[in-house]
């Protein structure tokens, strides 16, 4: 997890040989013994992820420690985003925040994130969203998805579902996790995007109801202390 130390200069987000979405549409399933995400956006951008079960339990862990962590500067990144953007129809603001996210530093955050092994996984928090690093055998290549930490509360239901079937599966299965992996990944890219079947979309009064909800419910909560191992050391000069 990272922690911004003063506003500065901004870059883009992309990170050498490392491809980069912003994350608006989530699918998330299981099959072959792996949790899998399919993660996008409805003009065609798309990161497959999976996730093979020994790794689900610290996964859901630090997923949830990310959660909090990001939400402690989410709502003022999405307050200013929406004020100071112009917004011209219902997917205007998703838009707006795309590109302000993709206008900040990430690529300074990565570089000073650990990357232990060429398969390492990490969660990264910044600017208030989610960002999970990805390579081989979790995604298909070197990926950066970066999530709305609140797309994963609304799909928390689905989201550990998905996990004990994963877990189910490979207790059942005699297939190393890794080659269930490649399984499940070439079974999910094999699919078309976007889905076929889309959720309707809430309501402009649902949505903003929810928002409301789920703001109103981090007023309430202790703010969330992040352990020091967990602070990158940026540089004010790389941001």
């Known amino acids: 997890m990272s922690k911004r130390k003063k506003p500065g200069r901004r870059s883009m987000a992309g990170f050498p040989g490392r491809r980069t979405v912003v994350v608006d549409m989530l699918e998330i399933g299981a099959v072959h013994g792996s949790l899998t995400m399919r993660a996008g956006r409805d003009d065609g951008q798309l990161v497959c992820i999976v996730l093979p079960a020994p790794v689900l339990p610290s996964f859901m862990e630090n997923l949830a420690h990310a959660?909090?962590?990001?939400?402690?500067?989410?709502?003022?990144?999405?307050?200013?985003?929406?004020?100071?953007?112009?917004?011209?129809?219902?997917?205007?603001?998703?838009?707006?925040?795309?590109?302000?996210?993709?206008?900040?530093?990430?690529?300074?955050?990565?570089?000073?994130?650990?990357?232990?092994?060429?398969?390492?996984?990490?969660?990264?928090?910044?600017?208030?969203?989610?960002?999970?690093?990805?390579?081989?055998?979790?995604?298909?290549?070197?990926a950066l998805a970066i999530f709305d930490p609140l797309q994963f509360q609304r799909l928390e239901r689905s989201l550990l579902h998905a996990c004990r079937t994963a877990h189910e599966q490979a207790v059942n299965s005699a297939v190393h996790p890794l080659e269930t992996a490649a399984l499940a990944l070439r079974h999910i890219s094999s699919q078309p995007w976007p889905p076929p079947a889309q959720p309707t979309l809430p309501s402009q009064e649902e949505a903003a109801s929810y928002m409301q909800g789920r703001y109103e419910a981090f007023q309430r909560r202790s703010p969330y202390i992040r352990a020091d191992d967990n602070t990158l050391n940026l540089s004010s000069e790389s941001l």
Do not use: C, F, M
């Not at 500067?73 to 200013?80: A, K, L, P, S």
């Not at 590109?99 to 300074?108: R, V």
């Not at 650990?114 to 996984?121: F, G, N, T, W």
């Open 67 to 142: 959660r909090l962590d990001s939400e402690e500067e989410y709502w003022r990144v999405i307050h200013h985003v929406t004020a100071s953007t112009p917004v011209n129809g219902p997917g205007g603001i998703p838009r707006a925040v795309e590109k302000w996210l993709l206008a900040q530093n990430w690529s300074s955050v990565l570089a000073a994130a650990a990357d232990d092994a060429p398969d390492s996984l990490a969660l990264i928090t910044h600017v208030g969203h989610i960002g999970l690093r990805l390579a081989p055998p979790y995604a298909a290549g070197r």
